[in-house]
């Protein structure tokens, strides 16, 4: 009898080659591989023979069983490759081309992405950045930086004045005193802000716009210094070689001033309407610091010298985002906000 | 500031230097050039010719037929409308082909059915002076057939228009001769000097009486002239003034005029008879005073003013008076030449509200010399060109205490001009002493230093202290020369402030993670948005003199101006909207707010924000429950944001009478101290199995009140705990259990599962 079931083997084998389906598969299962099935009830036959016969059959029983194990595996893996391959088939093609319908688009201020440009290329080159309040006192917007009180930029028009006697700041140089007073003598530092000033607002003027003034002050710190710092913050900037050009320039926080043209990065000189078709644009204001200014942050003069300028960050976004209308900046429009990506 | 090239040649040689030239050396070395105006270009053309025959035109009632000798074969014939035109005077003809300043060219055209072949011009129409009362008639010797530009010379110019702003440190410069100055330094050409002797021969002249009361008068100069009356001015003074802007008012004034804009200093002219002793000072508080325009002036005690006999006649810099102007009855009249302190002038012209040619250039500081070369000048004008005026008093000129102190000297050590410069400036002293010198600053340079005598034009707020000697150096060693150089300093890493860096983050959550837009907004509160969303919020600072009156309430809270954004981008989607931007709060601190509003977010899904964002800062924020004034509120659903049990912020759902499906956020982030944030430790994992212990409490309160529970418990076997379950009042709680050594057997989690009961009961919580 033993012996007629494991010439069935063979027959067991065909019947699992003619499975075509998982149902099959699992009553072929149930059929001769479960705890009930016939094959693993054979097992029980094996005990009516002689031990020699025993030990014989058991190993022969063995190698069949594992035959058909490995077979029916082989035959479940293929069901199951087939069943996904007969469900990709049905899977429908999906439109990549068509757009996420009312995706959540979250973005950063334009003047957030260049303030953290110049950020970064300032502190590689040692440069602390420093943040300071937007309503401070007289004393620091102008005494403190040299600004003489008949100074046409005191007069009501330009300036806008708290009831208090304090001043919503209209030049981040309003920071420079209390800076060199923290960090001084020695100090290389930029601090980007916003500043107010109190006109007409059209295209080209905005109430409240971002500066970014930058100083570097130590015991020979000179004009070559400047001009070298300004070319590589400007060529970190615009990712290209920039070149620069001072023009004397009058402020009253520096001794000699300047104003500073750079080569126009977005035509590399050749001539734009950016720049006018000038090939330079005229990027900022900047100078060797007054003798008064650093008197008056208890920088001894004699001692130390520096320079410090100032850009206009919100004109730096206009012309890096061909914007022509300033007042977008502070519009809130997120029709605007939202297009500005990077 | 426009300078006339064809005037700056009067002090300055310019031969072979062209206008563009003149104009980007001076944008290098001396200030900036706006723009460069090129004058009677094409006017080659226009020629003297003499009128042969002069007949009333057929159809026309004014029209006059010409025929003009121009000195080709045949006259011209011409029709002109001129009143003047006559047979027989000298004329400028326009022949066709001419493109006149006002860009019409001249073609052969028929006029009321004749011929005309060019056009006799008027001194407007070539843009040679105002006055247009006819066609020009020349002298009746001058050559027919000349090219008017060799007739009329000025009227081929280039106006050098010059950014005001880049000289209001330069008083020297608001005039042709310190422009000449500077080009005289940058071109190496010699600068004429002006001779003022004339001044002295009248010296034996009556002096005016003249006396000066005030500091704020640095000087004051004045001559007695009659006769001017009637007088016209010469063409060339015209023209120069016309190619400025201004338009002739007859001799008087206009020399006036012309020679500040030669020298700089402004001059004012009185009628003589209503002028008596002369005192310069300050007048009783109140006193009114007319101005010759009419402004009605009541005097402050800063105010200065020229007083005849006591009497204010002019507000000294600014305007002269209604009292003491020059009229048609004006026989003799007294000339000033003054200079005063920069910024009591620019005080009064900003009190007053009148900001004269004068008063512009008296605020720059200038000098009080120029008082000496303004009157010499004067005195030429008048001989050459009104020889019937006469001079009635001696040049009489006062000098204050100021303007008597001797000049400054400045010494500038080499060694700081090289250190100031970063360029080597060991070999160029023969360069130095020569710009120097040209610029009268009579340098003496030895091994160590330069020692220099600063001018009476630079000492004036302009060149005080040694760095302002090295600008005049730099500028004219040229900035394009300095070779840049690296500054030595030492390399040291720079921190980046851990607020610096805990904003970025919380932009960059916001931005990428929550999708909210950044925006930016003023510092005050948009009073119409907020009556619009019903918004009242308070302020603690005002501003005194706001661009729209009623926006000028400083903020104390962002809140109101995120919900302005949102407001205003309604039809756009999802809107979500956040800045960091400052506050002023009611002590007058001001500290820097985050602040944001999501229309349409679930409130729950905002608080997980908060947490979030401050959680990945190491930050724990908690929130309670409490009634807040700020009427943007949803009635109930809001809270307070606690930072180490101190209120930093709210959340909330926004009242749907402000904004309907909006919630809102706003944390003060000074309030925070993000430098002391514990350091991030990676979890200790066990090899041994967790066992999660789920416990389900009644609560009839906010979480907060469980939480604040549970957050004391401390077990050393039990890891964590979380909330994970919440059926009304019913909180689910599920405690992790694990041991670092082994596994726990069921005795040991039994202990624990007891210990963590004994805990709630001893807390009032209950099972549930």
């Not at chain 1, 003034?213 to 004009?223: A, L, Q, T």
């Not at chain 1, 100078?287 to 004109?315: C, D, S, W």
């Not at chain 2, 008879?273 to 005690?301: H, P």
Request: hydrophobic fraction near 40%; include cysteine.
């Amino acid at each position: 009898m033993w012996h007629t079931e494991i010439c069935m083997i063979d027959e067991i084998l065909k019947e699992l080659e003619q499975v075509q389906t998982e149902n099959d598969l699992t009553a072929f299962h149930k059929n001769y591989l479960s705890k009930t099935g016939k094959l693993t009830m054979m097992m029980a036959g094996l005990k009516d023979l002689s031990p020699e016969q025993r030990a014989e059959a058991g190993k022969r029983y063995n190698e069949l069983k594992r035959a058909v194990e490995i077979e029916f595996f082989k035959k479940q893996a293929f069901l199951k490759e087939q069943a996904v391959n007969e469900k990709l088939k049905n899977d429908p093609l999906i439109d990549i081309t068509r757009p996420a319908i009312n995706e959540l688009q979250g973005t950063l201020h334009p003047i957030t992405h260049l303030t953290r440009k110049v950020s970064e290329i300032c502190r590689s080159m040692g440069f602390l950045i420093v943040d300071g309040n937007e309503v401070v006192t007289e004393f620091e917007n102008f005494d403190a930086v040299n600004v003489p009180a008949d100074h046409p930029a005191r007069d009501m028009q330009d300036t806008f004045w708290l009831t208090n006697g304090k001043l919503l700041k209209t030049q981040t140089s309003a920071l420079q005193h209390e800076i060199l007073k923290k960090y001084g003598p020695v100090v290389s530092a930029i601090f980007p802000g916003r500043c107010y000033r109190n006109e007409a607002t059209d295209a080209s003027h905005e109430f409240s716009f971002f500066q970014c003034e930058g100083m570097m002050v130590g015991k020979d710190i000179s004009i070559a210094n400047l001009i070298y710092i300004m070319k590589t913050i400007l060529s970190g900037i615009y990712g290209k070689e920039i070149e620069v050009r001072l023009r004397p320039g009058y402020f009253p926080f520096v001794e000699p001033g300047f104003e500073l043209d750079a080569s126009c990065p977005f035509c590399g000189g050749k001539g734009c309407s950016v720049c006018k078709q000038s090939g330079w644009i005229e990027f900022c204001g900047c100078g060797m610091i007054h003798g008064n200014v650093l008197k008056m942050a208890g920088v001894n003069p004699e001692e130390y010298q520096g320079f410090a300028f100032g850009f206009g960050l919100t004109r730096m976004a206009m012309m890096q985002y061909a914007v022509n209308d300033v007042r977008l900046f502070n519009s809130g429009n997120l029709e605007f906000l939202r297009g500005i990506k990077r | 500031m426009k300078i006339s090239v064809d005037w700056l040649k009067e002090y300055v040689d310019l031969k072979g230097i062209t206008a563009k030239e003149i104009a980007e050396k001076l944008t290098q070395i001396t200030c900036e050039v706006e723009e460069v105006i090129t004058l009677g270009n094409g006017l080659e053309s226009v020629v003297v010719g003499k009128i042969l025959t002069c007949d009333a035109h057929p159809q026309s009632d004014h029209l006059h037929l010409l025929t003009v000798d121009i000195g080709k074969k045949e006259p011209l014939h011409i029709v002109c409308g001129a009143p003047n035109a006559r047979a027989g005077i000298v004329v400028a003809v326009a022949t066709v082909g001419t493109i006149m300043p006002d860009g019409m060219e001249i073609v052969p055209a028929k006029i009321r059915g004749c011929e005309s072949f060019g056009m006799c011009c008027s001194y407007a129409e070539l843009g040679y002076k105002a006055e247009d009362d006819g066609i020009i008639e020349l002298p009746s010797e001058t050559k027919i057939g000349t090219p008017i530009t060799a007739v009329l010379p000025g009227l081929q110019d280039e106006i050098i228009d010059i950014d005001n702003k880049s000289i209001t440190n330069r008083p020297d410069l608001w005039g042709h001769y310190g422009i000449a100055r500077e080009l005289s330094v940058i071109f190496d050409r010699p600068l004429k000097q002006i001779d003022t002797s004339i001044v002295h021969e009248y010296d034996n002249l009556e002096k005016l009486n003249i006396k000066i009361e005030s500091e704020n008068c640095l000087s004051y100069g004045a001559i007695k002239v009659g006769n001017l009356g009637g007088v016209v001015s010469p063409d060339v003074i015209q023209n120069r003034l016309y190619k400025l802007g201004h338009n002739s008012h007859g001799f008087l004034v206009d020399i006036t005029n012309y020679v500040m804009f030669a020298f700089g200093n402004p001059l004012h002219a009185f009628d003589a008879q209503k002028i008596g002793k002369i005192s310069v000072g300050g007048v009783t508080e109140g006193t009114e005073f007319i101005t010759l325009k009419d402004n009605k002036i009541s005097a402050t005690k800063d105010m200065l003013f020229i007083k005849s006999d006591g009497v204010p006649v002019a507000l000294a810099g600014v305007m002269g008076g209604k009292n003491s102007e020059i009229t048609n009855e004006t026989t003799d009249t007294v000339l000033e030449f003054a200079t005063f302190d920069a910024s009591n002038i620019r005080r009064t012209s900003v009190a007053v509200g009148i900001r004269s040619d004068a008063s512009m250039r008296y605020e720059k500081a200038l000098d009080p010399e120029l008082n000496w070369l303004a009157a010499a000048e004067v005195l030429r004008l008048m001989r050459e060109y009104a020889p019937q005026a006469q001079v009635k008093s001696a040049f009489t000129r006062v000098a204050g205490k100021l303007a008597q102190q001797p000049a400054q000297e400045i010494t500038v050590s080499k060694k700081m001009l090289n250190s100031f410069t970063g360029v080597d400036f060991g070999k160029l002293d023969k360069m130095v002493a020569a710009k120097l010198t040209a610029l009268g600053f009579q340098p003496k340079i030895d091994a160590e230093k330069i020692v220099v005598i600063v001018p009476s034009w630079r000492r004036w707020k302009d060149v005080t202290n040694a760095a302002d000697v090295i600008e005049e150096i730099v500028r004219n060693y040229g900035y394009q020369n300095i070779v840049p150089v690296a500054p030595s300093v030492s390399v040291a890493p720079v921190p980046y402030t851990p607020i610096a860096q805990a904003k970025d983050n919380l932009k960059d959550l916001l931005a990428w993670k929550y999708a909210f837009n950044e925006v930016h907004t003023n510092i005050w509160y948009d009073s119409k948005a907020l009556k619009q969303l019903k918004i009242t919020a308070p302020s603690y600072a005002t501003v005194a003199n706001p661009f729209n009156k009623d926006d000028n309430q400083i903020r104390s809270t962002m809140l109101p101006s995120m919900l302005t954004v949102a407001s205003i981008n309604k039809m756009q989607n999802n809107v979500r909207v956040f800045e960091i931007g400052r506050v002023i709060n009611k002590d007058g601190s001001e500290t820097e707010h985050l602040a944001g509003v999501a229309v349409g977010m679930d409130y729950k899904v905002l608080s997980e924000m908060i947490t979030d964002l401050f959680n990945r800062l190491g930050i724990m924020v908690q929130y309670q429950l409490k009634q807040l004034d700020l009427n943007v509120w949803h009635p109930k659903n809001h809270a307070q944001i606690l930072y180490k049990n101190q209120v930093v912020g709210s959340i909330g759902i926004i009242h749907p009478q402000v904004m309907s499906n909006a919630v809102g956020f706003e944390v003060n982030l000074s309030a925070i101290d993000f430098t002391t944030v514990e350091q991030c430790v990676a979890p200790v994992l066990s090899k041994f199995p967790k066992t999660q212990l789920d416990f389900t409490f009644v609560w009839n309160d906010v979480y907060a009140g469980l939480e604040s529970i549970w957050s004391q418990f401390r077990h050393p076997l039990v890891t964590k705990y979380c909330l994970t379950a919440v059926y009304e009042n019913k909180f689910t709680l599920t405690f992790t259990v694990s041991s670092l050594e082994k596994t726990l057997d069921k005795a040991e989690i039994n202990k624990i599962h007891q210990e963590i009961l004994d805990f709630a009961e001893q807390n009032g919580v209950h099972l549930g």
